[in-house]
T-cell receptor, first 114, second 117 residues
C-alpha cells in the first residue's frame, strides 16, 4: 500500500544551522506531496506542497523538491530559527483516486536552540 | 474567513461513556476528513465525508465509532462506550474540492484531545 517514511527525531539544531528532514514515499498512483507543521498544542498547518515530478515547493524559507526517481521529498531550510521548533509531517495524497485521505509519516520533532 | 473549528478542545470521559466531537469546516468547504493521532505517532485517516454522505470510512474502527455530516450543522465524530485506548487527539480537516483532485489541500482544525479515565 501507499506509505510515507520520514527520518525519526528528535532533531536538535542551533539557530542558523542548516536543516534537512528526509522523506521517502511509496505510491501506486501519481501522488501529490506535502509538508505539514504542527506547533505545540495546535493543529497541522500546510507548509508547502508539490504536485508533480521536479516541482519545488517553498514557503517561509523551507523548500522541498519532488523527486520521482528517488521517490523522495526532503525538507530543507538554510538557516533555522527558534520559532521553527515544531513537529514536521511529510504526507501524500493519491490524485485521481476515490480515497479521501492524506497518508502521513510519523513526524519529526525539531528543536532549535538559541 | 474562520478556519476549521473543532470543539471541545479537551474532553475527559470515563470508560463506558460516550464522546461526541464536533467539527465545523471552513466556509464554502463541503468535504470533511477525520484523523486520529496517537501519542508519538503521525495522523491516521479515519473517515471522509461529504454533505450527508460517507465517502470513505476505511480507517474507522468497525465498532463503537461513527461519523456524520448533516445538511445543516457541524460534522460529528461519535465514540460509544469509550475505552482507555481511545485516548488520542482527533483532528478534523476540510477541503473545498473533492479528494483525488490534484494537489487538493486539506485545512486542519486545532483538534480535540480526548482523555479516557
Amino acid at each position: 500500500g501507499d506509505s510515507v517514511t520520514q527520518m525519526e527525531g528528535p532533531v536538535t539544531l542551533s539557530e542558523e544551522a542548516f536543516l534537512t528532514i528526509n522523506c521517502t514515499y511509496t505510491a501506486t498512483g501519481y501522488p501529490s506531496l506535502f509538508w505539514y507543521v504542527q506547533y505545540p498544542g495546535e493543529g497541522l498547518q500546510l507548509l508547502l506542497k508539490a504536485t508533480k515530478a521536479d516541482d519545488k515547493g517553498s514557503n517561509k524559507g523551507f523548500e522541498a523538491t519532488y523527486r520521482k526517481e528517488t521517490t523522495s521529498f526532503h525538507l530543507e531550510k538554510g538557516s533555522v530559527q527558534v520559532s521553527d521548533s515544531a513537529v514536521y509531517f511529510c504526507a501524500l495524497s493519491v490524485d485521481g483516486g476515490s480515497q479521501g485521505n492524506l497518508i502521513f509519516g510519523k513526524g519529526t520533532k525539531l528543536s532549535v536552540k538559541p | 474567513n474562520a478556519g476549521v473549528m473543532q470543539n471541545p478542545r479537551h474532553l475527559v470521559r470515563r470508560r463506558g461513556q460516550e464522546a461526541r466531537l464536533r467539527c465545523s469546516p471552513m466556509k464554502g468547504h463541503s468535504h470533511v476528513y477525520w484523523y486520529r493521532q496517537l501519542p508519538e505517532e503521525g495522523l491516521k485517516f479515519m473517515v471522509y465525508l461529504q454533505k450527508e454522505n460517507i465517502i470513505d470510512e476505511s480507517g474507522m474502527p468497525k465498532e463503537r465509532f461513527s461519523a456524520e455530516f448533516p445538511k445543516e450543522g457541524p460534522s460529528i465524530l461519535r465514540i460509544q462506550q469509550v475505552v482507555r485506548g481511545d485516548s488520542a487527539a482527533y483532528f478534523c480537516a476540510s477541503s473545498p474540492v473533492s479528494a483525488g483532485s490534484q494537489g487538493n489541500i486539506q485545512y486542519f482544525g486545532a483538534g480535540t484531545r480526548l482523555s479516557v479515565l
